[in-house]
C-alpha cells in the first residue's frame, strides 16, 4: 500500500512538471516572439490613469442617479431619546408641595411618501442623461487610448528602424571607405573623395546617435503607457492589408454624426442641461407627500408627569413656494444658460467630429498613395545604388555619387516605413471617428501588422 502511494505521488510530481515545464516554454516563446500591438494596448488598458478615472466617474455618476430616485421612494426613520426630569415647587399659602424625579422616554416611527413632486423626478431624469454622458465619456477615453497606444506603438518601431537603416547605411559607407583606401593606394583615386567619404562616416555616426536617443526616448514613452519596462517587440510584417467599408468623406462624415461617442456624450450633455431646465420649472409645481408617525411618549407635559400614551398619526404634507427672494428665479436663468451653451457645444461637437471623420478618410487615401510612391523610390534607390557603385569600379563616377544614393537609399526606406504606418493610423482614425469599438479594431490592427 505504501509503495502505491509512493508511486502515485511520484507520477503527480512527473505530470505537475511537465506542465510546469510546458507553461514556462510557452511564456518564453510569447516573450522571443515579442510584444504585439495588441498586447500593448492591453497592458495600456490595465494600467491608464486617465481611462481608470473615466470609470470612476461613471461609477459616481450612477451613485448620484441612485440617490435622486432614492429621494422619491418612501423614507423611513425611528427616533428616541430618554431624559431624567425633576421638578420642584415653590412655597405657598396653600402649602408645600413635594419635590418629584422621574424619568422620560419617547420613541416612533415615521414614513414619508412623495405623492406628487416634479422637481425630484425630474432631476432624477438629468441624473440618468448624466450617467449616459459619462459612459459616452469612457468610450471616448478608450478611442483616445487606443490611438495613444498605436501612435507610440509605431513611434518606436520607427525609431527602431531608422537606427537599423542609419547602421546599414554606415556599414555600407564603411566598406566604401575601404574600397576608397583601396583605390587611392593604387594612386587611382584622389584623396579629396577619400575624404569626402570619410566626413561622411563621421557624420553618420554622429546621426546614429540621435536617432539611437530618439528611439530611446520613444521607448519611454512606451514603457509609460503600458506600464511595463520588457519590451520586446514583434516583427512588422513586410504587407499591411487594412481595409476599410467607408467609401467617401460624406459618408465617413454621416457615419460619424451617428456613432461617434465624442458627439453622443455631447448629445447626452444636451438631455441633461434640458432636463436641468425642467427641473428648475417643477420647482413651481405643489410637492405633495404622505406622513404617516408613530410614537410612544412616557414623559411629562409642562414639567407635570403624565401616564404613557401611544399616538398615531395620517396626514397629507403640501409644500408651495411663494416668495425666495428670487432664488427661483435665477436658478431657472442658471439652467437656461446651461441649456444654451450644451446646445452650442453640441454643434461644435457636430462639427468637429465630421471634420475629423473627413480629414482621416481623406489622409488614408492620401496615404495608400504614398505607399505606393514611396515602394517605387525604394526600389529607384536600390538600383542607383547599385549602379553607382559600379560606375565607380569602372572609374566613371566619384564616390560622393555613391555616398549620395546610400543616403537616398536609407530615406527612401524611411519614407516607405512611416507611409506604411501613416496608412494604418489612418485607417485607425477613420474607425475610430465612424464610432467603431477600439475592441474590435485594436485585434484586426495588430493581426495586420503581424500577420497573425
Not at 308 to 328: D, H, Q
Not at 400 to 409: C, F, G, I, P
Amino acid at each position: 500500500m505504501n509503495g502505491f502511494v509512493s508511486a502515485a505521488g511520484l507520477l503527480i510530481f512527473i505530470c505537475a512538471q511537465a506542465v510546469a515545464d510546458q507553461s514556462s516554454q510557452s511564456s518564453s516563446a510569447d516573450y522571443i516572439a515579442g510584444l504585439s500591438l495588441l498586447s500593448a494596448y492591453q497592458l495600456a488598458r490595465e494600467n491608464d490613469p486617465q481611462l481608470a478615472i473615466a470609470k470612476f466617474r461613471v461609477d459616481g455618476a450612477s451613485a448620484q442617479k441612485d440617490v435622486s430616485r432614492g429621494k422619491m421612494l418612501p423614507q423611513i426613520s425611528i427616533f428616541g431619546d430618554w431624559s431624567e426630569n425633576t421638578v420642584r415647587y415653590e412655597s405657598t399659602v396653600l402649602g408645600q408641595f413635594p419635590d418629584q424625579d422621574y424619568p422620560g422616554e419617547r420613541y416612533g416611527l415615521q414614513l414619508r411618501s412623495s405623492i406628487f413632486n416634479v422637481r425630484a423626478f425630474r432631476e432624477y431624469e438629468r441624473r440618468s442623461a448624466l450617467v449616459s454622458q459619462s459612459e459616452q465619456e469612457l468610450a471616448i477615453a478608450e478611442t483616445e487610448l487606443l490611438a495613444r497606444v498605436v501612435r507610440a506603438y509605431f513611434t518606436f518601431v520607427l525609431a527602431k528602424e531608422s537606427v537599423s537603416l542609419v547602421e546599414s547605411e554606415l556599414s555600407a559607407l564603411d566598406r566604401q571607405l575601404e574600397e576608397a583606401n583601396a583605390l587611392y593606394k593604387r594612386s587611382l583615386l584622389p584623396v579629396t573623395q577619400v575624404l569626402e567619404t570619410q566626413t561622411r562616416a563621421d557624420t553618420l555616426r554622429a546621426d546614429l546617435v540621435s536617432v539611437r536617443g530618439q528611439a530611446a526616448i520613444a521607448r519611454e514613452r512606451l514603457v509609460q503607457l503600458i506600464g511595463t519596462k520588457d519590451l520586446s517587440l514583434r516583427s512588422i510584417a513586410d504587407s499591411i492589408t487594412l481595409l476599410t467599408e467607408v467609401s467617401d468623406a460624406d459618408q465617413a462624415a454621416a457615419l460619424a454624426v451617428e456613432f461617434d461617442p465624442s458627439f453622443a456624450a455631447a448629445r447626452e450633455g444636451l438631455s441633461a442641461a434640458r432636463k436641468g431646465v425642467e427641473r428648475e420649472k417643477g420647482s413651481w409645481w405643489p410637492e405633495i407627500d404622505f406622513v404617516y408617525n408613530s410614537q410612544y411618549s412616557d414623559v411629562g407635559f409642562d414639567n407635570l408627569t403624565s401616564p404613557p400614551r401611544s399616538t398615531e398619526s395620517y396626514s397629507i404634507s403640501m409644500r408651495y413656494p411663494l416668495f425666495e427672494g428670487g432664488a427661483g428665479s435665477a436658478r431657472l436663468r442658471g439652467a437656461w444658460a446651461e441649456f444654451y451653451s450644451a446646445q452650442q457645444e453640441l454643434e461644435a461637437v457636430r462639427r468637429e467630429a465630421g471634420g475629423r471623420a473627413r480629414a482621416a478618410w481623406l489622409n488614408l487615401e492620401t496615404s495608400t498613395e504614398r505607399v505606393e510612391a514611396a515602394r517605387q523610390a525604394v526600389l529607384t534607390a536600390e538600383t542607383s545604388v547599385d549602379a553607382s557603385r559600379k560606375a565607380v569600379r569602372a572609374g566613371t563616377a566619384r564616390v560622393t555619387d555613391v555616398m549620395l544614393a546610400l543616403a537616398q537609399n536609407t530615406r527612401a526606406q524611411r519614407d516607405l516605413s512611416e507611409a506604411r504606418f501613416q496608412r494604418a493610423m489612418a485607417w485607425l482614425e477613420l474607425g475610430l471617428a465612424t464610432g467603431s469599438d477600439p475592441s474590435v479594431l485594436a485585434p484586426k490592427l495588430s493581426k495586420a501588422l503581424h500577420g497573425s
